[in-house]
């Protein structure tokens, strides 16, 4: 069975940082496509940033630069190392199996509130 746990959100003030983990288990991180998606209060699904089988990484316009995708293969566990965190970054984050064009299976997520 596979499953997908999200952790490491919580509030944050605008600037900060957060990392986010996602823990995997019953398939390796490193064998397939693996994104982060995130969906903000009454708004639908975003994609954020893929990591391809292959190492190869992409970001939406809306983070790239701030948010920084990388996969411990050891731990099989993806990361996503967030800075310069915006009010418009709140959303519940999820890590999904995929690229940004074919998402599957995805966690429960961990929300992430950036608020003064």
């Known amino acids: 069975e596979v499953q997908l746990v999200e952790s490491g959100g919580g509030l944050v003030q605008p600037g900060g940082s957060l990392r986010l983990s996602c823990a995997a288990s019953?398939?390796?991180?490193?064998?397939?496509?693996m994104s982060w998606v995130r969906q903000a209060p009454g708004k639908g699904l975003e994609w954020v940033s893929s990591?391809?089988?292959?190492?190869?990484?992409f970001y939406a316009e809306s983070v790239e630069g701030r948010f920084t995708l990388s996969a411990d293969n050891a731990e099989n566990t993806l990361y996503l190392q967030m800075n310069g965190l915006k009010t418009e970054d709140t959303a519940v984050y999820y890590c999904?199996?995929?690229?940004?064009?074919?998402?599957?299976?995805r966690g429960r997520g961990t929300q992430v509130t950036v608020s003064a």
């Open positions: 990591i391809l089988y292959g190492g190869a990484t």
């Open positions: 999904a199996i995929g690229d940004r064009w074919s998402l599957g299976q």
């Open positions: 019953g398939l390796t991180v490193s064998r397939n496509d």
